[in-house]
């Protein structure tokens, strides 16, 4: 299937970013599918399309122009997403208690964590729905999946992986890829 062309440059911020994101977030392609394509020139525009589905707080640490791309695919109640960044920026993630998110860092320049937890290239991560999380990124590229948490643990338990704390439990799984 070819996904036309519908990007999106976002140049400032409020609720004109919004109201753009928004209605490109949810641009119908074919079937249900939904498709964005955002070159970031600040930490907040990434952000501000992530609030949609998740309280989400973005503050660029470094100085320098900022520049990203955030681009999202998603179908009904599922996102596939992937960011990238040029400058350290500490994200605070507040996770709705219905879904969880499986991230994989890409690449990564300079020391990285979620929480306590050290993050390098090549990490995976399970983060379970209804908490909250602090990310510090340096510049740094990684693709996540936003799935219903129910759906996910389903999954995991008929392949035959218990996890930790019956899918509560933040997991991080370093030097995968």
């Known amino acids: 299937m070819d996904i036309p062309d519908r990007s999106v ?6 609720d004109a970013v919004t109201q753009q994101a928004s209605e490109e977030r949810v641009a119908d392609i074919d079937g249900g599918l939904s498709w964005l394509d ?3 020139t600040d930490a907040e525009d990434a952000a501000v399309v992530q609030r949609q589905w998740m309280p989400t707080e973005y ?24 960011e990238r960044q040029n400058r350290t920026v500490l994200k605070r993630l507040h996770f709705p208690p219905d879904y ?5 860092v890409r690449s990564v320049s300079g ?15 399970y983060l379970p ?12 590229e990684i693709a996540y999946f936003r799935i219903r948490q129910d759906r996910f643990l389903q999954a995991a ?7 930790a704390g019956d899918g509560c439990q ?4 370093d030097s995968i890829g």
């Open 170 to 173: 933040a997991l991080m799984f």
């Open 111 to 125: 020391r990285a964590r979620c929480d306590l937890d050290a993050i390098s290239q090549g990490t995976v991560a």
């Open 38 to 40: 955002l070159a970031t």
């Open 157 to 163: 338990d008929t392949l035959g992986y218990d996890l």
């Open 129 to 140: 729905g209804n908490n909250e999380y602090e990310v510090l990124l340096p510049p740094s």
């Open 59 to 82: 503050d660029q640490i470094d100085g320098g122009a900022f520049a990203g791309r955030f681009q999202q695919l998603g179908f009904e109640d599922t996102l596939v997403a992937a």
């Open 100 to 104: 969880c998110s499986v991230s994989f």
């Open 9 to 14: 440059s976002v140049a400032a911020q409020g």
